[in-house]
Each structure stands twice: as C-alpha cells, then as structure tokens.
C-alpha cells in the first residue's frame, strides 16, 4: 500500500544552519508529493509540492526534488532562520484529489539564534 | 478570503461518552472537506471526505462517523469514546485540483 516514512525528530539547528529532512515514500502509480508545515498556533499549510518526477518545488527558501529511482522527496534549505521552527510533514497523494493525502509522522525542527 | 474554523481546541472527554467536533468554511461553495487524525506517534491518517452535501466517504472503519449537513459544514461524531480515539483532529477544505487548507485542530484526550 501507500506508506510515506519521514525522519524522526526533533530536529535543532542554529541559525543559518543547513537543513535537510529526509522523506521516502512507497506508492502504486505516480502519486503527487507535498511537504506541509504547521507554525506554533497555527494551521497546517502547504508548503510546497512537485506532481511528478525529476520536479522540483521550491518556496521560502525550501525546496524538495521528486526522485522517482530512489522514492524519495527530501526537504532542504540552505540557511535556516529561527521563524522556521515548526513541525514539517511529507505527504503523497492517491485517488485523483489531492485531499486523499497520506502524511508522514511529522518531524519538528527548532532553531535556536 | 477563504477562512476554516474547527472547534473546539482542547477536548477531554470520559470513556464511552458522546462526541461532535464542528468545522466550518467560510468564503468558498461546494468545497471538498475532510477529516484527518494524528495519534500519538503516527502520522496524519484521513478519517472521511466528502465531496457535496450528505456525500460521506470513509477511508478506514472506526468508532466515529461524518456527516456534512450544509455546504461549508462538516460534522465529526461518536455515539461512545473509546480511548484510541485519543489524538489529534483535524479538519481540511479544498477545491478540487488545488490545495489543502488546514484548520487548526482539535486535540481529544479520552480518559
């Protein structure tokens, strides 16, 4: 079945440091991939996503690459700052709408200044 | 502008007790609506989604159930708590072909 698996936090990093979360997935067909974020206090949002592979999502200095050969869509920036502390979930969708979403665990990251 | 507003924040219920966790879209027609819950440990595991009015699909069998009365309403109920519904709920909208909108979620803690 469809599984997404995300690294375990929690993640600390110090200001501009470089970060990189790690997400695998296992899917039947070609799924779209997502990261989303949830800020303290607040909903969780999309963050970015890449709807087939070899693409790339970018926003806010994030940015994900859709791997097909190794099921993987890691999340990266090169210089986090401390309003990046939030918890961060991978997601893969499945049924033709991009509700029917599967989440990973979620991995939380703090950056101290 | 589109808003989604889930209540309550914080709920602790006793066992075998009844439950209705409310969502509401404003600023949007015929919105897809969802639930999610996050356990302890676990990543976000989608509970129901409905496409229109009184349209109720369920991804999984559990204690709870959906119902979506109004357009912009979307209904989360249990006639009796068990403790694995412990966890965190969360209520989402999208039009369909775009992204999802989070509510801010509801976490349950049945004692």
């Known amino acids: 079945g469809n599984s997404v698996t995300q690294m375990e936090g929690p993640v600390t990093l110090s200001e501009e440091a470089f970060l990189t979360i790690n997400c695998t997935y296992t899917?039947?067909?070609?799924?779209?991939l997502f990261w989303y974020v949830q800020y303290p206090g607040e909903g969780l949002q999309l963050l970015l996503k890449?709807?087939?592979?070899?693409d790339k999502g970018s926003n806010k200095g994030f940015e994900a690459t859709y791997r097909k050969e190794t099921t993987s869509f890691h999340l990266e920036k090169g210089s986090v700052q401390v309003s990046d502390s939030a918890v961060y979930f991978c997601?893969?969708?499945?049924?033709?709408?991009?509700?029917?979403?599967?989440f990973g665990k979620g991995t939380k990251l703090s950056v101290k200044p | 502008s589109q808003t989604i507003h889930q209540w309550p924040a914080t709920l602790v219920q006793p066992v075998g007790s009844p439950l209705s966790l409310e969502c509401t879209v404003e600023?949007?027609?015929?919105?897809?609506l969802y639930w999610y819950r996050q356990a302890a440990g676990r990543g976000l595991q989608l509970l129901f989604y409905?496409?229109?009015?009184?349209?109720i699909s369920s991804e999984v069998p559990q204690n709870l159930s959906a119902s979506r009365p109004q357009d912009r309403q979307f209904i989360l109920s249990s006639k009796k708590l068990l403790l694995s519904d412990s966890g965190f709920y969360l209520c989402?909208?999208?039009?369909?072909?775009?992204?999802?909108?989070f509510g801010s979620g509801t976490q349950l803690s049945v004692l």
């Open positions: 997601a893969l969708s499945y049924g033709g709408s991009q509700g029917n979403l599967i």
């Open positions: 890449a709807t087939k592979a070899d």
């Open positions: 600023g949007t027609s015929n919105p897809n």
């Open positions: 409905s496409v229109g009015i009184g349209q």
């Open positions: 899917a039947t067909g070609y799924p779209s």
């Open positions: 989402a909208w999208s039009v369909q072909g775009e992204k999802l909108f």
